[in-house]
Nanobody
């Protein structure tokens, strides 16, 4: 299983970014994909996930209403649309795969990709 996050960058507060997670072929048919982030000096935080079957989604309270997770199984891609970004959203963002969509339960995620840096600053 291979995962690769991309799309990070520098954005002003209130701005938007769309992250992408490229997955190995057929992975999305069987695995849930979660997005996590980790800021310097802070614990890794699970922020969203999407199930591998019907596409159920879940979000952490810290991003609910601002972030939207989606997937395109034909392209083997999962996306995280981030709106109304705040400085506290600054972190390295990772995508990971698990059998079940569980936000924030790091131990259930077996496969991790390299992260992409998101910096929210004026």
């Amino acid at each position: 299983v291979q995962l690769q996050a991309s799309g990070g960058g520098l954005v002003q507060p209130g701005g938007s970014l769309k992250l992408s997670c490229a997955a190995s072929e057929f992975i999305l048919d069987y695995y849930a994909i979660g997005w996590f982030r980790q800021a310097p000096g802070r614990e890794r935080e699970g922020i969203s996930c999407i199930s591998g079957s019907v596409g159920n989604t879940d979000y952490a309270d810290s991003v609910k209403g601002r972030f939207t997770i989606s997937r395109d199984n034909r392209k083997n891609m999962v996306y995280l649309r981030m709106n109304s970004l705040k400085p506290e959203d600054t972190a390295v963002y990772h995508c990971a795969a698990a059998l079940v969509c569980t936000v924030g339960v790091t131990a259930t995620y077996n496969y991790w990709g390299q992260g992409t840096q998101v910096t929210v600053s004026s």
